[in-house]
């Protein structure tokens, strides 16, 4: 039986504009791509050495609310309605079928559950046929994992678990680096925590058997803005010093396209950045044919993240992105 793991990360740049450095560490801004090339996530350089990586884009609205939309069905058409609150409020409509939802409709017999935040759970979004728990915001990631690893091993015939973890986001607002700083303080050492946690995942499915017959999806709704014209800019606005702008991490505030900062002209460039719409995006696992393994795939966007999910679990889902997989499963 095939069955899938989706994990969505929250605020993770999966990949980063070429040629441009934080001065407190030497190193790109945290993203995924970057920071695996520089050798400081090992468990993320795994999964890409075996595994699909897909450098990843939000065509659409860029922000929290969007995006999960986008990841869940696979549409740009998944809006929020400006008359209700874009985190709690349901769309005048129910909201389109999302991957969760179409899972269950095209395999009954498989259990679907998710895990993380309540935002997305009471909207439906990513509300799960059998089993839905849903936490603050930020309710620790580590427990988050339990809870779905504990459902798991009393449900070993589930077809599909999305895992969302939250905490990343809080890292917003916060340098890039902080010497000693704990993972929650500083947008370097959190991105490898979530190393660790993907590596929890990883043996969890080894340990139980179930990698062989998994595909392990990770994903994230956006990134975030760094050593760019919107850093500068909200940083100013929240009283960071001037010699620390290029060590500071903006969260995903409007505007959401922005430009490499020159900190030596001490103005924007031409170059676009677009930290925020660079998400996250990968696909490995036992499940994955040998074919597609190391691949890069260089240019796709967030609303392919589902018909890639549906189309490897034969999963029936009107979409508007397509499958990154060229030549099926």
């Not at 400081?40 to 990586?53: A, I, S, Y």
Request: hydrophobic share 35%; net charge neutral; with cysteine.
């Amino acid at each position: 039986m095939k069955r899938s793991l989706l994990l969505i990360m929250d605020m993770v740049s999966g990949h980063a504009q070429d040629g441009i450095r934080v001065p407190a560490t030497g190193l790109c801004a945290p993203n995924v791509d970057g920071y695996v090339q520089a050798g400081l996530l090992p468990t993320f350089r795994e999964l890409r050495d075996q595994g699909v990586f897909v450098r990843s884009w939000n065509r659409g609205t860029c922000n929290t609310p969007h995006g999960m939309r986008y990841l869940a069905s696979g549409s740009y058409r998944a809006k929020a309605s400006p008359k209700v609150d874009p985190y709690w409020g349901f769309d005048e409509i129910a909201p389109i079928p999302t991957i969760l939802s179409a899972c269950k409709k095209s395999h009954p017999a498989g259990k679907v559950a998710a895990f993380g935040s309540d935002a997305w759970m009471q909207t439906g979004w990513w509300k799960a046929p059998d089993c839905t728990m849903g936490w603050g915001s930020y309710y620790s990631d580590f427990i988050t994992m339990q809870h779905a690893f504990s459902w798991m091993l009393a449900n070993p015939e589930w077809k599909m678990v999305l895992l969302y973890l939250a905490q990343y986001d809080k890292t917003g607002n916060c340098p890039v680096f902080k010497d000693g700083a704990a993972y929650t303080q500083d947008k370097h050492h959190s991105i490898q925590m979530l190393d660790r946690y993907l590596w929890s995942v990883m043996h969890f499915l080894r340990e139980k058997e179930w990698w062989r017959d998994t595909y392990l999806f990770v994903g994230s709704d956006h990134g975030c803005h760094v050593t760019c014209s919107v850093a500068v800019e909200e940083g100013r606005k929240r009283g960071i010093a001037e010699k620390d702008l290029a060590n500071y991490c903006s969260n995903h505030q409007d505007p959401y396209d922005c430009y490499v900062w020159d900190f030596e002209k001490n103005r924007a460039t031409a170059r676009r950045a677009d930290d925020c719409r660079r998400t996250l995006f990968m696909v490995g696992g036992g499940a994955l044919p040998d074919r597609h393994r190391g691949t890069v795939v260089p240019e796709a966007e967030i609303i392919d993240f589902a018909p890639t999910v549906a189309h490897c679990l034969d999963i029936e889902l009107a979409t508007d992105g397509k499958p990154v997989l060229a030549g099926g499963t």
